[in-house]
């Protein structure tokens, strides 16, 4: 019997010696995110109840204020020709890197709602934004602001989703385990988050420096956990309900769809359209995931459309 319990202590040894070193080699995370690993890099920083948000404003400060927020890993610089323009026609533009991505923090907690939230809500505080928002997501970021504006309507005067989240995508049992899951979304997930990126373009071969763009923040301890937790809540999240918040509310909405979309189909945009009654819905040719880039002048000409129909002071419930 002694015998045998020995061998069993040195096999179990061995699996996590095995788990260890298989871990060592395939985590892609080596540094710590801190003001050295920031130093230098464009935007700003604030610290806010959760962490550190990195951050970008353009535009004339009396501007009318949009705030942009981007998909489930790509960082704010997803929305660079959308900011540029934004700014150009008079608005104040906020985008930043929710928590987990780019140069924000990625704090040890749930990424869920509440999370999002409370990170915006300060986001906005600090930059001292008392009046509604023109409030932009895409894609994950669609659960993102579809939730702060079913908890905030009174902070939103508009809302614009592009090619937004909108079905709960089941994940294996494995990866919803607290120590298993985590491990194994660290060695097979967290390492290849880069490589998939330009699926969300129709035409990848004009974004040629993407992968690499992307590839810097996946170095900072904490990205994989913050991008498994975010594929937990999503999985968990009933859409059909979530927009159903949206609707509620009655703040204006505009939903934005590339037509060849790959990565949420845009036989999806039922459950948005189904859940908010009188949204404005505007399909785009030739783009997939990213029509804000790919059909830049299209997308912003109908945003700067939709935008002006809803003036300061306007009523939006």
Do not use: C
């Amino acid at each position: 019997m002694l015998r045998i319990a020995r061998a069993l202590l040195v096999l179990v040894l061995l699996l996590v010696a095995g788990a260890a070193g298989i871990y060592g080699l395939r985590n892609p995370e080596m540094a710590a995110l801190d003001d050295a690993a920031r130093r230098g890099a464009p935007g700003r920083f604030v610290s806010l109840t959760d962490g550190v948000t990195h951050y970008d404003t353009s535009g004339p400060d009396s501007g009318r204020v949009a705030v942009l927020v981007h998909g489930f890993s790509v960082p704010y610089y997803i929305w660079d020709s959308t900011s540029v323009a934004l700014a150009a026609a008079g608005y104040r533009v906020i985008r930043y890197d929710v928590f987990g991505r780019g140069l924000s923090d990625r704090p040890d907690v749930p990424y869920d709602g509440t999370l999002y939230d409370r990170q915006l809500s300060e986001l906005l505080d600090s930059l001292r934004v008392r009046g509604p928002v023109d409030l932009m997501g895409l894609s994950y970021g669609g659960y993102v602001t579809g939730h702060f504006t079913a908890t905030h309507p009174t902070r939103v005067r508009t809302l614009t989703l592009i090619d937004p989240a909108a079905v709960s995508s089941r994940l294996p049992a494995i990866l919803t385990t607290p120590v298993a899951g985590a491990w194994f979304w660290q060695v097979m997930q967290a390492p290849k988050a880069a490589d998939g990126q330009l699926s969300d373009f129709l035409h990848p071969d004009r974004w040629p420096d993407w992968v690499d763009r992307y590839r810097p923040q996946m170095r900072y301890r904490g990205f994989g956990r913050a991008l498994r937790r975010s594929a937990i809540t999503s999985s968990r999240t009933n859409y059909p309900a979530h927009y159903a918040a949206v609707g509620a509310t009655r703040v204006p909405v505009l939903l934005i769809w590339g037509l060849q979309d790959s990565t949420v189909s845009i036989t999806h945009s039922s459950v948005v359209r189904n859940g908010i009654p009188g949204i404005e819905y505007f399909v785009v040719d030739s783009a997939g995931h990213l029509p804000h880039m790919e059909q830049a002048a299209a997308v912003r000409a109908r945003m700067l459309e939709f935008l002006a129909a809803h003036p300061v002071g306007s009523s939006v419930r």
